[in-house]
């Protein structure tokens, strides 16, 4: 199955454009549009689905990629420094297996040029005016700068301030106004 970069694109519209799958592009724009959270899945967790979520590529995690078998070719701390190399413009492909790559707060699998196709994707809703879009990469934006941007609501209990008339000081001020 060889998909091109231009099917990714329209996997992604698509994805965005049906009533049910839209929240799960959302998911995949909040989990994926940021550089900083994307990193090569080291080994898969339990029950991971080892195909990219978009395109349906088939992905191995990088142990799988780099070990064979029981046999242990790379240590551990050789792992490590590889998998901070590998990143969606430094993909790994093994014949049609590529290395699966995870996002932030999610179980999903993406392959290098579906991460890519998610980011375009996002970042040309943006540019489009897309108010969803543009509305949650706002809040992407500033839950990484430490900004929270939910409202606060408060519950106000019979005995807080219910009236301006309730307010401290406000009964003496009108007392002095007299």
């Known amino acids: 199955m060889n998909v091109t970069e231009s099917d990714r ?12 799958s839209k929240s799960f592009m ?11 959270n994307v990193k ?7 029950g991971q689905r080892s195909r990219c979520a978009t395109c349906g590529a088939k992905l191995a995690d990088f142990e799988g990629m780099l070990n064979v078998g029981d046999t242990q070719v790379v240590t ?9 190399r590998v990143d969606i413009n430094h993909d790994m492909v093994a014949g049609n297996v590529r290395i699966a790559f995870e996002g932030d707060e999610t179980s999903t699998c993406l392959c290098a040029d579906c991460v890519k196709a998610v980011n375009k994707f996002a970042v040309n809703a943006c540019a489009a005016g897309d108010p969803v879009i543009n509305r949650t990469v706002s809040s ?39």
């Open 9 to 20: 694109d329209k996997k992604c519209v698509e994805l965005y454009g049906g009533e049910k």
């Open 26 to 36: 959302l998911h995949l724009v909040r989990a994926y549009a940021l550089p900083q």
């Open 40 to 46: 090569p899945v080291r080994k898969f967790k339990e």
């Open 76 to 84: 551990d701390e050789m792992m490590q420094e590889l998998i901070e």
């Open 140 to 178: 992407m934006r500033n839950k990484a700068n430490g900004v929270d941007d939910k409202p606060k609501y408060r519950y106000q209990s019979s005995t807080e301030v219910q009236t301006i008339a309730d307010l401290p000081g406000f009964r003496e001020l009108l007392a002095q106004s007299k």
